[in-house]
């Protein structure tokens, strides 16, 4: 089972959050249309849904392409993935003008208001969250297509 490595490293990396997205878009739907929250679906979940998969299944690539001397363990690796993702995705949303500043913290979509301080601890609480998704879900698919993990 050596063909195509590559491809199954994709496939294995863009499961998890293809996964978690769907269920991201049913809390969403259930939101707006049973508890009438005022937020935009079509605009918030179409940046994620393009970006995060392909994000994940890039960077399952660049694990299984990295040389033996510079292997990490995989949850490590996924670990730094917000590094990149973040600041990308937030580059995006502001230019969209889906956040904008206020004086007491960010506003988000015109709904939710994050407290500055928040861009100090959220970022750890990313990196903990990738490191246990790469270490469990995609240690364990890459596993089960055969490409180590």
Not at 28 to 38: L, M, S
Request: aromatic share 16%; glycine share 10%.
């Amino acid at each position: 089972m050596n063909q195509h490595p590559y491809l199954r490293a994709y496939m294995a990396g863009i499961a998890v959050p293809t996964a978690l997205l769907l269920v991201a878009l049913a809390g969403f739907c259930i939101a707006r249309f049973a508890f009438h929250v005022p937020v935009p679906i079509e605009r918030v979940i179409i940046v994620p849904l393009m970006i995060v998969p392909n994000a994940f299944g890039l960077w399952n690539m660049l694990y299984l392409k990295l040389p033996s001397r510079w292997q990490t363990p995989i949850g490590l690796h996924g670990a730094f993935l917000p590094f990149f993702i973040g600041p990308i995705g937030f580059s995006v949303a502001t230019a969209l003008g889906f956040v904008r500043a206020t004086e007491r913290g960010l506003v988000a979509f015109d709904v939710v208001r994050i407290p500055y301080w928040w861009l100090a601890v959220g970022p750890f609480f990313a990196i903990a969250a990738y490191y246990l998704l790469w270490k469990y879900a995609v240690g364990f698919l890459n596993r089960e297509v055969g490409i180590g993990g």
